[in-house]
Structure formats: structure tokens, C-alpha cells
């Protein structure tokens, strides 16, 4: 009984094993066509599901996920921004910087960051404009906070 509970156990781990990989390699075509939400999605799957694991092709699955996630938020920030969509635009920059320094990535934290700033400084400039001068010294803070 033990023997087919642990056979079971190892039946399961491979399949599982197997579905985290396939489910990166889905995230890396997503990523080389672009697709970057369909690729965010895949990748913070494998996250979740293989962080645990002990098989070593898992773990580099993992890792290599994590250094695309930044990414993805990054580039979906750049579509919003590209929309004229600053508040989307802030906030996929946001989880990008907050997702870098959670995986260690510093360099790509600073560039996140500077794109806040610069939607800001988009905002603010929009309220200066305007005659707003209130709300966009207020904008402008924020602006020069992120970066």
C-alpha cells in the first residue's frame, strides 16, 4: 500500500513537474510574440506552482520567470502610456518596480521608477496647462518621489 501511495506521490510530482514547464514555455512564446499579459499570466503561474519544487529544471523555470515578470508589467505599462492611459500606465510601472525589487532586480526597479515619473510629470503638465496649478504641484511631488 505504501509502495502505490508513494508511486502515486511521484506519478503526480512528475506531472506536475511537467505542467510548469510546459506552462513556462507557453509564457516564453507569449513573451517573444508580445503578448505580455498572456505572458504575466504563465509566468507567475510557474512562480507559484514550482517555487517549492526540488527538480533543478523547475527551479531554473522559476528563476527565469521571475526575471520576466518586471518585464511583462513593464511593457504593459508601456502599452497603457501609449494609450494615453497614465493611471494604468502608473500602475503596471508600480507592480514592475515593486516585482524587481522583490526578485532583486535594481536596474529594472530604477527604470520602472522613471517611467512613473514621467507619467507624472505627463499628468502634470496636463494640470499646469490647464491653470491647475495646485494639482499639478501636487502631481509633479509625486513625480519627483518615484524617481
Given at each position: 500500500?505504501?509502495?502505490?501511495?508513494?508511486?502515486?506521490?511521484?506519478a503526480a510530482s512528475a506531472q506536475s513537474t511537467g505542467e510548469i514547464i510546459e506552462k513556462y514555455n507557453q509564457?516564453?512564446?507569449?513573451?517573444?510574440?508580445k503578448q505580455w499579459a498572456t505572458a504575466l499570466t504563465a509566468f507567475e503561474d510557474v512562480v507559484k506552482?514550482?517555487?517549492?519544487?526540488?527538480?533543478?529544471?523547475v527551479l531554473n523555470c522559476v528563476a527565469a520567470s521571475k526575471k520576466y515578470i518586471p518585464t511583462c508589467y513593464f511593457q504593459l505599462g508601456g502599452?497603457?502610456?501609449?494609450?494615453g492611459k497614465f493611471d494604468e500606465a502608473i500602475e503596471k510601472f508600480s507592480k514592475s518596480a515593486d516585482k524587481a525589487e522583490l526578485y532583486g532586480d535594481?536596474?529594472?526597479?530604477?527604470k520602472a521608477n522613471s517611467w512613473i515619473a514621467k507619467c507624472y510629470q505627463a499628468?502634470?503638465?496636463k494640470?499646469?496647462?490647464?491653470?491647475?496649478?495646485?494639482?499639478a504641484v501636487a502631481v509633479f511631488e509625486k513625480g519627483y518621489a518615484a524617481n
Open positions: 500500500m505504501m509502495a502505490v501511495a508513494l508511486l502515486s506521490f511521484v509564457g516564453t512564446a507569449a513573451l517573444q510574440a506552482s514550482g517555487v517549492d519544487s526540488e527538480d533543478s529544471n502599452v497603457a502610456i501609449k494609450s535594481q536596474q529594472s526597479k530604477l499628468q502634470g503638465g494640470a499646469f496647462n490647464a491653470g491647475d496649478y495646485a494639482a
